[in-house]
């Protein structure tokens, strides 16, 4: 099967979902990039390298642990495992691993800017990060799927599919005509911990307002983003958060 016909992960050979746990250590590591050019900007470089330094220790020592959980490696070992070798299952649940690495290093960033300095600071710097994290991460899967420099929203349902993010949460993509679908994110770990906690929904609007408006745009130019609810938001049990991606008339084919 061409990956421009792919629909999911499920669609994948054994040496496609190889290619696709590296391409999500790439995401990662320019998520955690980012992070550190924001630090640099909004701290300077000396206070950056020191937030580095705590975060990807703080970072590194929980992904590895989960990494070696879900591989049966050492820790303080390399990873001899060859990902070809792995089972259909095997690399399924890596891939699961990995999405989950990719938040806890989001949420070790905020917390140790949050720690340092305020929860104002951690909150800004998180909203600067994902615009262009999200720039990034579209453009690496829009070039590992081989979709066109106008994918469209047959293009964005694909590419949201191979987000580290889903690989964690439930969602559902819906067709709602022919120039709009409907993104709902049904569960969402983040939110859903929260309540088994008793805590309030974490009011992630304004971040998911750029979140999704880079993501959908590096897509495709052409689309636009509207936000249904949200956090602070009510919202009906079923979904969390929900948005509509819009492909202007004159350019559905």
Known sequence: MEKNQIESPQDLTNEQLAELVILMFHQILVHHGLYFNEA???????????????????????QMKRLGKTLGFEVENNIPTPLLNMSRDGLMNLIKSLGANWLASDGIWFQEIESKYTVLDAQRSAGSCVGRYCSVEASTIKEFLGLGE??????????????PYHQINVQSILDESPGSVIFQMNECIVQTTRKKKGLDDYPCKSTGIVEYRSFAQTIDPRITVE?????????????????????????VA
Request: aromatic share 12%.
């Open 40 to 62: 640099v900007h909004q701290f300077g470089m000396t206070r950056a390298l020191e937030l580095i330094n705590n975060t990807w220790k703080k970072s590194c020592r929980v």
């Open 150 to 163: 106008y994918a469209g929203l047959d293009g964005l349902k694909k590419a949201l599919r191979f987000r």
């Open 227 to 251: 936000c249904l609810g949200c956090p602070p938001d009510d919202h009906p049990e079923d979904w969390y958060c929900s948005w509509r991606f819009i492909l202007p008339d004159d350019s």
